[in-house]
């Protein structure tokens, strides 16, 4: 499989559950990003790893613990979230961390989450 | 405070025609845009990019137009057609910054 990919496509969870959220890229690219789009809103970027080192995180509320155990693969580990987290969260990925705002990222389908 | 505005959200256009969207910015340390176009259910995906040393970038039935001056770009689609339908998102970045700044998006529908 090519590209980025994310499970589960939608979430509904309770504010007390723990769930997570998975991105994967098959790109051989070397940084990877966290972004959330809720309605009306743009797109916000949450945390960025390169080369499985976080090196940005913008200002996320703990509830969102990112994990990143290898450059293939991404984590979003989420507890005790707030109904407006409900969002679109988004994976993506780029050859290195910075050529993605020149050469474009590439982005997973996203995964919907509803916190009831 | 959002840097990249996207005053439109959407934009219905008859076949054949062409798609004009628009997008302003304020940070004039922006030196690179790019525009994304999101399918339901997908995510988004580059679509063409300008930088600041030109006004004018084209790709077959896309162009982008940036007026540094009035920190304004557009996406010109001509001909538009039905499959160009889909949300279509600005970034901006800016020299020795590592991030892309996204618009709020243009839902674009051709109308047969």
């Known amino acids: 499989e090519t590209g980025v990919t994310q499970t589960p496509r939608h979430l509904v969870m309770g504010m007390t559950n723990k769930k997570s959220l998975k991105c994967e890229q098959h790109?051989?690219?070397?940084?990877m990003y966290w972004y959330k789009q809720s309605a009306k809103k743009p797109l916000e970027l949450m945390f960025v790893y390169s080369l499985e080192e976080r090196v940005e995180n913008n200002s996320v509320p703990s509830r969102f613990s990112p994990e990143c155990p290898n450059s293939s693969h991404l984590f979003l580990h989420l507890h005790t979230l707030q109904p407006e987290d409900s969002a679109l969260y988004l994976c993506?990925?780029?050859?290195?961390w910075g050529t993605g705002s020149h050469y474009g990222y590439t982005f997973g389908s996203g995964t919907r989450l509803t916190v009831v | 405070d959002q840097q990249v505005k996207q005053n439109s959200p959407s934009l219905s256009v008859q076949e054949g025609r062409i798609s004009i969207l628009n997008c302003d910015y304020t940070?004039?340390?922006?030196?690179?845009f790019l525009w994304y176009k999101k399918y339901p259910a997908e995510g988004p995906t580059f679509l063409i990019s300008i930088s600041s040393i030109k006004d004018k970038n084209e790709d077959g039935r896309f162009t982008v137009f940036l007026n540094k001056s009035a920190k304004h770009l557009s996406l010109h689609i001509v001909p538009s057609q039905p499959g160009d339908s889909a949300v279509y998102f600005c970034?901006?970045?800016?020299?020795?910054?590592?991030?892309?700044?996204f618009g709020t998006g243009t839902r674009l529908t051709v109308i047969p």
């Open positions: 940070n004039s340390m922006f030196d690179y």
């Open positions: 790109l051989g690219h070397n940084a």
């Open positions: 970034a901006a970045s800016g020299t020795g910054a590592n991030n892309l700044f």
């Open positions: 993506a990925s780029s050859q290195e």
